[in-house]
T-cell receptor
Framework: GAVVSQHPSRVICKSGTSVKIECRSL??????MFWYRQFPKQSLMLMAT?????????EQGVEKDKFLINHASLTLSTLTVTSAHPEDSSFYIC??????????FGSGTRLTVV | GQSLEQPSEVTAVEGAIVQINCTYQ??????LSWYQQHDGGAPTFLSY????GLEETGRFSSFLSRSDSYGYLLLQELQMKDSASYFC???????????FGAGTTVTVRA
């Protein structure tokens, strides 16, 4: 079945630094990738939608200059959290449109900003 | 936009049956999905309903009534490993976005 590989699974960074999260579709072409953020005990909140070769579309309230999304190829999308602060600590999950069930989720990245 | 409502938590004993209801409001309904998420893990797909009726997949079943904007997930023969959060999600017909409910935490007791 379809697989989306997401790395890193966990990352700890210092406040003010940037962190890049990668999602790769391993056996299918992901023309559309969705990026979610999930705080503890809460739901998955859609941050942005990226289409290969196009600029990402951000949900209301999400700062596009802080959460940089690049979807330069059909198999790779990246989310960079710039100038991270403790309040950015969260679980970030990508989901590619495609696969057996319509959407294939990555395994998630636990970001902790100290 | 979309909004979904589901109970926040349910507790049941091993072997029991649990039903998680989900009501939704959406401008462009395309289908109702259910996902399971264990602590620290990513959501895993459980079931999908695009049309009215019941879909059965092993111990899990899902139901949809589009006229009532309502669906449910039925967990039968509960096992300890079923302790997790369960999310209903609706897909928008126009932009393929998935919007998730707040999640229902299911706790299975021995």
């Amino acid at each position: 079945g379809a697989v989306v590989s997401q790395h890193p699974s966990r990352v700890i960074c210092k406040s003010g630094t940037s962190v890049k999260i990668e999602c790769r579709s391993l056996d299918f072409q992901a023309t559309t990738m969705f990026w979610y953020r999930q705080f503890p005990k809460q739901s998955l909140m859609l941050m942005a939608t990226s289409n290969e070769g196009s600029k990402a579309t951000y949900e209301q309230g999400v700062e596009k200059d802080k959460f940089l999304i690049n979807h330069a190829s059909l198999t790779l999308s990246t989310l960079t959290v710039t100038s991270a602060h403790p309040e950015d600590s969260s679980f970030y999950i990508c989901s590619a449109k495609g696969g057996d069930y319509g959407y294939t989720f990555g395994s998630g990245t636990r970001l902790t900003v100290v | 936009g979309q909004s979904l409502e589901q109970p926040s938590e349910v507790t049941a004993v091993e072997g029991a049956i649990v039903q998680i209801n989900c009501t939704y409001q959406t401008s462009g309904f395309y289908g109702l999905s259910w996902y399971q998420q264990h602590d620290g893990g990513a959501p895993t797909f459980l079931s999908y309903n695009g049309l009215d009726g019941l879909e059965e997949t092993g111990r899990f079943s899902s139901f949809l009534s589009r006229s009532d904007s309502y669906g449910y997930l039925l967990l039968q023969e509960l096992q300890m490993k079923d302790s997790a959060s369960y999310f209903c999600a609706v897909r928008d017909r126009n932009d393929y976005k998935l919007s998730f409910g707040a999640g229902t935490t299911v706790t299975v007791r021995a």
